[in-house]
């Protein structure tokens, strides 16, 4: 997952393989909610783990119910939570529930009915925009059945108090009235809250007003069923909820499998339909077209803008159809999240694109409707919006862009898509990179969709930016690498890796490190991984973990001999340079910038005395419980120096125009500032962020 504040996408030039979806978030939070409420363990397979459900977890913890996750080595890790059965476990708790509109309602209509019939006092809060969002209905639905509610900042919206006495009765006898056409989640909320207050009569719930975002509600009934309860529907006008003859009436299925987020499915629907034009679709696991989300339905108006798609058990396949795309006018009102994908499409049609019933835009993450506008216009587009449309002409000129996404993942998400603006066909193609600010906030609900996005992307390798950093051996170059390409979000090639790697594979097959064309032709086909995410930093060759034998001093001698031989070098070339994958490469070694990236962006050569050095890989080794001599090692250190400057192949030097940094006396964040400093002048934002701020 990225923490960095602004991720810069080079222009993508096409798609395709497959992703697997996060779980979806409206499920995980409602079937998280109604395991807290029911009796015994339910285990939750398959649920998000994301911003939005982690507030969820706390709370559930805090409220006293069970909540454990299990690791199961190399599969999905599974959600066990325990629930209250009904009954709370504490009388008092403050619960901070991030921007999560999804925990934040059903939690309050919850607490505000337990709290009435039995006893407690609970405060509900979330960061600054979560208290501008507003949860009024809600309350006014809730303080005619004798529920104690105080808003403790301004009328209408969060944080709330919810209290009450032991003994308590709900005034149930009259039907329970709520707007509808706000947000769909107040009457999700009750749906899920009122249960707790059947007893022995049946609850009516009336809505006011048109309803908005029906499949949400189906969503809700669907999963209500799951745990035992029935709702009675008379149109979307009036629900009523069975009565219980005083048990719990939540009974738990034991096991519950949430299926993948249909929401997040859009931006890949879009993606093939985009970009997916080389022959392979993008194909899309984790949701079907028979997925109990109302967004699935965005397939259909994807396939009206020209995608064609497959469809089976839990999978989709998208592939571009017409291009370019087609305008398309729809009232969005069944697909209001999803439907923002469609306004980026838009940048892709040969026609303006009008998407209207979308008033709910505006009291989302952020004003949607606002921040779309905003956003597609500095890409070029012509943007006409209203308090409940919006219309979105394509660019006849595209203009690159750093992006805000107001703390909105689906902003965010949905703008990655502008930087396949090379496959506009006009005249001139536009080649453009984007800079999205503030990536990170995808992690409300997919922590890792920038990295999923970028491996089913192309980019030509002259678009992908590439920072070399080259020097003597213990200059602390992998460090500062590492470093490097961590703040900006890049891939990493730690070369020296490589010749250890095949150093070790030419020990293990008995070929002498001086047996050029032996050792040539292992490296050749080096069958090396390098970890990724939880397994970040190990290494296997041919299947064996190597992490540790790659970091002895042997291995490093053994990787200074094998590296003079013109051969080895050659074959590993290939391998090197296929690391240069979007968005960036940071690559270091000896000839990162004299000969396997000569047009790399920014060159940095990396010195410090050999007293230093000496000093820095002593205290390293030690640190690993691996016995050194300071003097010896610095001779070593000399000698391996003499002997990769005074080979003829690739020998150690600057390149011309490489940028000298000598660390002898920088602390390591010193000299990751002083790189990045450099690449930001070179930057193309380096203008357009200056005059962001
Ligand atoms: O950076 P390192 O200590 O892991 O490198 C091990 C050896 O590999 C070093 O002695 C020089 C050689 N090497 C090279 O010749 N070219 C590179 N790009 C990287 C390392």
């Known amino acids: 997952m990225l923490r960095i504040p602004a991720l810069d996408l080079p222009p993508l030039q096409g798609a395709d393989g497959t992703v697997h979806l996060p779980g979806s978030k409206s499920i995980s939070n409602r079937v998280l909610l109604l395991a807290g409420l029911a009796a015994g363990e339910t285990v939750v397979h398959g649920l998000l783990d994301s911003d939005d459900t982690q507030v969820m977890l706390a709370a559930l913890a805090a409220l006293g119910c069970g909540v454990r996750r299990v690791e199961q080595a190399g599969r999905e890790t599974l959600t066990h939570i325990t629930g209250l059965g009904g009954r709370l476990?504490?009388?008092?708790?403050?619960?901070?529930?991030?921007?999560?509109?999804?925990?934040?309602?059903?939690?309050?209509?919850?607490?505000?009915?337990?709290?009435?019939?039995?006893?407690?006092?609970?405060?509900?809060?979330?960061?600054?925009?979560?208290?501008?969002?507003?949860?009024?209905?809600?309350?006014?639905?809730?303080?005619?059945?004798?529920?104690?509610?105080?808003?403790?900042?301004?009328p209408g919206y969060p944080p709330l108090r919810l209290t009450g006495r032991p003994g308590g009765q709900l005034n149930t006898g009259e039907p329970i009235r709520v707007r509808g056409d706000v947000s769909s989640q107040f009457l999700t909320a009750l749906l899920l809250a009122l249960p707790l207050a059947t007893g022995e009569r049946d609850i009516v719930i009336e809505v006011q007003g048109e309803l908005i975002s029906k499949p949400y509600i189906e969503i809700t009934l669907n999963l209500l069923a799951r745990f035992g309860i029935e709702v009675r529907r008379e149109g979307w006008q009036r629900f009523t909820l069975p009565c219980s003859h005083g048990a719990s009436p939540y009974r738990s299925p034991g096991r519950v499998d949430v299926e993948g987020d249909a929401s997040s499915a859009s931006y890949f629907v879009a993606l093939g339909a985009i970009a997916a034009h080389g022959g392979a679709p993008v194909r899309i696991e984790g949701v079907g077209l028979d997925s109990i989300q109302g967004d699935i339905r965005f397939v259909d108006a994807a396939k009206a803008m020209g995608a064609q798609v497959r469809s089976g058990p839990n999978w989709l396949e998208v592939r571009r159809g017409r291009w370019p795309l087609a305008g398309i006018t729809l009232d969005c009102n069944h697909i209001p999240d999803a439907a923002m994908t469609l306004a980026v499409m838009a940048l892709y049609a040969d026609s303006p694109t009008r998407l209207t019933g979308i008033a709910s835009w505006r009291v989302k993450e952020t004003d949607r409707i606002a921040a779309m506008a905003a956003e597609l216009q500095k890409l070029g587009a012509h943007v006409e919006a209203g308090d409940d449309f919006i219309e979105v002409s394509p660019p006849t000129t595209w203009r690159t862009a750093a992006l805000h996404t107001y703390d909105d993942h689906r902003m965010a998400m949905c703008l990655s898509l502008a930087a396949f603006n090379p496959l506009v066909?006009?005249?001139?193609?536009?080649?453009?990179?984007?800079?999205?600010?503030?990536?990170?906030?995808?992690?409300?609900?997919?922590?890792?969709?920038?990295?999923?996005?970028?491996?089913?992307?192309?980019?030509?390798?002259?678009?992908?930016?590439?920072?070399?950093?080259?020097?003597?051996?213990?200059?602390?170059?992998?460090?500062?690498?590492?470093?490097?390409?961590?703040?900006?979000?890049?891939?990493?090639?730690?070369?020296?890796?490589?010749?250890?790697?095949?150093?070790?594979?030419?020990?293990?097959?008995?070929?002498?490190?001086?047996?050029?064309?032996?050792?040539?032709?292992?490296?050749?086909?080096?069958?090396?991984?390098?970890?990724?995410?939880?397994?970040?930093?190990?290494?296997?060759?041919?299947?064996?973990?190597?992490?540790?034998?790659?970091?002895?001093?042997?291995?490093?001698?053994?990787?200074?001999?094998?590296?003079?031989?013109?051969?080895?070098?050659?074959?590993l070339r290939g391998l090197q340079q296929a690391f240069r994958r979007a968005p960036g490469l940071v690559a270091d070694g000896r000839d990162m910038g004299t000969a396997l990236f000569p047009q790399a962006a920014l060159k940095v050569f990396l010195t410090a005395s050999a007293a230093e050095r000496a000093e820095r890989r002593h205290k390293q080794l030690i640190s690993k419980g691996i016995a050194a001599n300071i003097d010896s090692l610095r001779a070593d250190l000399e000698a391996r120096d003499a002997r990769d400057k005074g080979r003829s192949a690739s020998p150690l030097r600057p390149a011309e125009d490489a940028l000298l940094l000598d660390n002898s006396h920088l602390s390591i964040e010193a000299s990751v500032q002083q790189v990045l400093g450099w690449w930001q002048q070179r930057s193309p934002f380096a203008l357009a962020t200056a005059g962001d701020k």
């Open 89 to 154: 476990r504490v009388s008092q708790a403050s619960l901070f529930l991030g921007n999560a509109g999804t925990a934040m309602r059903p939690l309050a209509a919850t607490l505000a009915v337990l709290a009435s019939t039995q006893g407690g006092r609970f405060e509900l809060s979330g960061v600054p925009r979560m208290h501008e969002r507003p949860i009024g209905d809600l309350v006014d639905a809730l303080r005619p059945l004798g529920c104690q509610i105080e808003e403790l900042g301004t």
């Open 425 to 571: 066909a006009t005249a001139a193609p536009p080649s453009l990179p984007i800079r999205i600010l503030d990536p990170q906030c995808v992690a409300k609900t997919f922590p890792d969709y920038f990295e999923s996005l970028l491996d089913l992307a192309q980019a030509r390798p002259e678009d992908v930016p590439v920072i070399t950093i080259d020097g003597p051996t213990a200059s602390g170059k992998g460090t500062l690498a590492a470093e490097v390409a961590a703040a900006l979000g890049w891939h990493l090639l730690d070369s020296g890796a490589l010749y250890r790697a095949a150093g070790l594979a030419a020990v293990a097959d008995g070929v002498l490190p001086d047996d050029e064309g032996g050792v040539a032709a292992i490296a050749q086909t080096l069958d090396l991984r390098f970890g990724q995410g939880l397994e970040a930093g190990r290494t296997w060759l041919r299947g064996r973990e190597i992490t540790h034998d790659l970091r002895q001093e042997s291995t490093g001698l053994l990787a200074s001999r094998v590296s003079a031989l013109p051969a080895v070098r050659a074959a």
